[in-house]
């Protein structure tokens, strides 16, 4: 973090931003997990304390979209400057939570695929991405889509060749170094591993998206068919 030069701006009319960029000269593409936990540290205290339109933290920032005839710009940015230099890692409380999954067979048509990719045995692939616990660093995609870091080496993957026109909703999938849940049908270019019934995103909900930046994810097997 200490190559790391944390900047403070409005976007626009509406937006105030925290940007984590490599200090000059220097080219900063590697994950840092302690940051991240600052930035979704601060993200729960902003959301506790204040009243804005969103709160949406990234991968090394933060976005904050308020209302003008409300809050000022520079208001937001005084505030962010305050909590930031107050935040300290390991503040942020993470929340656990455990997928129902079942892996392979119509549910997970990739995991052949991935099997011999990693030269494992398709139960051994189960295994390994049950096994693991996941961070999610970031929603992205479509609403509700969780990056997560945490897949066994072993199991990174390139994702398919030619994309699929239409993934199910809750296909499991592995896409390089990570792995994510489908909340909705839609194309895709990961490969299909497993699926789970539990809903991902529910836009009737005070919070749509069951899995937020920060949480810790496992795959429970429910069944397993290969």
């Not at 390089?176 to 049908?185: D, F, H, L």
């Not at 019934?197 to 930046?213: E, G, Q």
Request: hydrophobic share 35%.
């Amino acid at each position: 973090m200490s190559k790391l030069e944390i900047h403070f701006e409005l976007v626009g009319e509406t937006c105030a931003c925290l940007q984590a960029r490599p200090e000059r000269g220097l080219n900063y593409t590697t994950p840092d997990l302690d940051l991240q936990r600052k930035i979704w540290h601060l993200a729960q205290q902003l959301r506790q304390q204040y009243s804005c339109r969103d709160i949406v933290p990234g991968m090394n920032n933060l976005t904050v979209i308020f209302d003008p005839s409300q809050d000022e710009g520079e208001l937001w940015l005084s505030r962010l400057r305050q909590h930031w230099n107050e935040a300290k890692a390991t503040n942020f409380q993470q929340r656990r939570i455990v997928i129902p999954t079942h892996y392979g067979g119509d549910h997970g048509p990739d995991l052949q695929v991935v099997a011999e990719h990693a030269e494992l045995s398709p139960h051994e692939v189960v295994r390994l991405h049950s096994e693991a616990h996941y961070t999610v660093y970031f929603l992205g995609f479509q609403p509700g889509f969780a990056y997560m870091g945490g897949l066994p080496q072993r199991l990174t993957c390139p994702r398919r060749a030619e994309p699929r026109l239409l993934v199910p909703a809750g296909s499991v999938g592995i896409g390089g170094s990570q792995t994510g849940i489908y909340p909705s049908q839609s194309p895709g270019g990961w490969q299909l591993i497993a699926w789970t019934s539990i809903t991902l995103f529910d836009p009737s909900l005070a919070a749509p998206s069951l899995l937020m930046p920060g949480d810790l994810v496992r795959f429970s097997v429910e069944s397993c068919d290969v």
